[in-house]
């Protein structure tokens, strides 16, 4: 939400909240005890414009708040992401390392999905597998056809997918579907927008961001009260100025008693 259409919700916020003042003043030509009517339209009318303009703005605060974070900050931020084996790896680790902010980009982790297998297969892969390529670090193994391997940093993903491909056929006749390298990069705070920007150029899927920035909103949104208590408070805000308006006259006359009061004690001073 950008800040024109930010100010705009308020702004029409607030001219019901006028709606409730000008209505309230109305009232008492009318009657004394139309105070439960003010009360009333007030309620409602708070209600209304909190749940309307005011609501979709105070769930956008968090993401306002990431904004000012990334634009002023001078933090790192790391952010994870997947890329399809399709992409030349060298080519876009190259490409994407150039990008302003771009402090460190490196690959570790593959998923490879296959044609199912039975539990005596997967044992076999789970027991070959360190055999098979030297620089797999860590697997997991799932019969439904699923090989997620961890791999020393830097080592090109495409030669452990083509070595792991090769050896499922030949030993097992079992073919590989597609695959995904995982692609960890630092970035400078303020230039996030350029390098997400260059990844989604790119059609990569961002999974996470990790960094100060991402904690310090994720703490903004678990202090943050529940939407329905902020469309409540909106409420007898409405509340709040319908009774204001109701009583103006007498909230006048007690403010100049008061203001004239001081001005005596001053001069008796």
Not at 28 to 52: H, S, T
Not at 136 to 157: A, M, N
């Amino acid at each position: 939400m950008n800040i024109f259409f930010t100010l705009l919700m308020i702004g029409l916020f607030l001219l019901l909240i006028a709606f409730v003042f000008s209505i309230s003043l109305l009232t008492p030509l009318v009657g004394k005890n139309n105070i439960f009517v003010v009360v009333i339209i007030g309620f409602i009318v708070g209600i209304v414009g909190g749940a309307f303009f005011i609501s979709p703005v105070y769930d956008d605060i968090p993401d306002m708040a990431r904004d000012v974070l990334y634009s002023f900050g001078t933090n790192e931020e790391v952010i994870h992401c997947n890329v399809s084996t399709r992409v030349n790896v060298s080519s876009f680790m190259d490409n994407i390392s150039k990008v302003d902010g771009v402090k460190e980009i490196y690959t570790r982790g593959i998923v490879v999905k296959t044609d199912p297998f039975d539990d005596n297969r997967a044992k076999i892969i789970k027991d070959r597998l360190p055999y098979i390529d030297g620089n797999i670090t860590s697997w997991k193994v799932d019969k439904k056809g699923e090989i997620i391997l961890e791999t020393k940093r830097d080592y090109d993903p495409q030669e452990a997918i083509n070595v792991l491909g090769e050896w499922l056929m030949y030993t097992g006749e079992i073919n590989l579907k597609y695959s995904i390298f995982q692609v960890h990069m630092t970035v400078l705070s303020s230039d996030i927008t350029n390098v997400t920007n260059a990844l989604s150029e790119n059609e990569v899927v961002i999974t996470s961001i990790d960094g100060p920035v991402e904690d310090t909103v994720s703490t903004i949104e678990k202090t943050l009260p529940d939407n329905s208590n902020i469309i409540l408070v909106c409420g007898f805000i409405g509340v709040l100025v319908g009774v204001i308006g109701f009583f103006i006259d007498k909230i006048l006359f007690l403010f100049k008693r008061f203001r004239r009061k001081i001005k005596s004690n001053i001069k008796k001073k």
